[in-house]
């Protein structure tokens, strides 16, 4: 969120807008549990080097492209906003507060597997929801990682963060770095491509009161006409638009099909950050040149004669050889001269196999 409206203060808050607070902590213990965890750990890794093993055949149209970002886990974005994008074949990035997780207004992990599934990215939007510049170093660690493993651990696959109310500073990106491929916030320009940064910048349209589908509008224009990467960060999706934070199912379904008529490509965030660092292929080689062309070979019958010499031209290939007009043997000058016309002092071009006499001149 926009830290320069509002924000969420903490589960007390939460609840007055229909979220529960859940905190769940697994315990290792010589039971199944442990069994779980360990089954769990190993799905992860088996899914995660089956996604290396798979080619990318990503393909982006040079509109630009836009990645759906969803934040703090309402299970509004499952029951509304997932299916309009499934039926048009897009795919987000949602990013999750682990503590809160637990049904009702809170999506389950049976539903993020479900969007993981379908090609839709989970990412991390830490722990707890904290203001990550007004704690320690050790407690924003802990907000890193405790997610994801929590998120991991449970068969998730996470790479991406989001920063909680878009707080950072250059030294927290340097601690969250150590944890996640990129932070993302909720404000900033737009990506040129390719982009390689750690901070993903985002349009935060339903922090508006009214308007919302205007402005995305205006936003996806941008995207097309310069060709950049923009998030689009969405918080709960109902069937009306009830204000802050907020999007009707009506605005957002407008949304995507507008982007999808202006040719704007929908990629998650891992896609993108993919598909932006791809390495810039190497230039195409000059040509060969052509071989030059080989010496003929000749092998010449030598017979005494006073003042000349015979010998016979064998052409191993389809080419011709020019012969000089004369050349310098045993330290005198000879003439070649065809031994049927007797002509003197003419180069010669060979084009086919024959008895030759060199006289001399």
């Not at 997932?82 to 999750?96: D, E, N």
């Not at 040719?263 to 030059?292: M, N, R, Y």
């Amino acid at each position: 969120m926009n830290s320069s409206i509002k924000p969420f203060q903490g589960p007390s808050e939460i609840d007055g807008l229909g979220f529960r607070s859940c905190r769940r902590h697994i315990r290792l213990q010589k039971n199944g549990v442990t069994v779980r965890k360990l089954v769990g750990i190993v799905v992860c890794l088996v899914m995660a080097v089956a996604l290396l093993l798979v080619p990318s055949t990503l393909s982006v149209s040079g509109n630009g492209i836009i990645s759906l970002a969803f934040d703090d886990s309402g299970a509004s974005q499952y029951q509304y906003a997932y299916p309009v994008m499934k039926a048009r074949g897009v795919h987000g990035t949602f990013y999750i507060v682990s503590e809160w997780l637990g049904g009702g207004t809170v999506m389950t992990i049976a539903q993020l597997k479900d969007l993981q599934a379908n090609g839709n990215e989970i990412g991390s939007h830490s722990k707890s929801h904290p203001w990550f510049t007004r704690i320690t170093d050790q407690q924003i660690r802990d907000q890193c990682q405790q997610s994801k493993d929590f998120l991991t651990n449970n068969g998730l696959n996470v790479e991406n963060f989001a920063y909680p109310y878009s707080d950072t500073n250059s030294h927290v990106d340097s601690i969250v770095s150590q944890h996640y491929r990129s932070g993302r916030l909720c404000s900033g320009q737009p990506m040129s491509l390719p982009y390689s940064g750690f901070l993903v910048s985002g349009f935060e349209a339903d922090a508006l009161s009214s308007g919302k589908l205007t402005a995305l509008k205006r936003e996806v224009d941008l995207v097309a006409a310069q060709n950049v990467w923009m998030t689009f960060c969405f918080h709960l999706i109902t069937p009306v638009d009830q204000g802050n934070y907020y999007t009707s199912q009506s605005d957002f379904t407008a949304f995507l099909d507008y982007a999808l008529q202006k040719g704007v490509t929908f990629l998650t965030v891992h896609e993108a950050l993919d598909w932006t660092s791809q390495p810039t292929p190497p230039p195409t080689p000059p040509p060969t040149p052509p071989p030059t062309e080989p010496t003929v070979p000749i092998t010449a019958t030598v017979t005494l004669q006073p003042f000349s010499m015979t010998f016979q031209l064998v052409l191993l290939t389809n080419e011709t050889w020019t012969a000089p007009a004369t050349v310098t043997m045993w330290n005198k000058t000879w003439t070649f001269t065809n031994w049927n016309d007797g002509s003197t002092n003419k180069a010669r071009t060979f084009s086919q196999n024959g008895t030759w006499t060199i006289l001399y001149s």
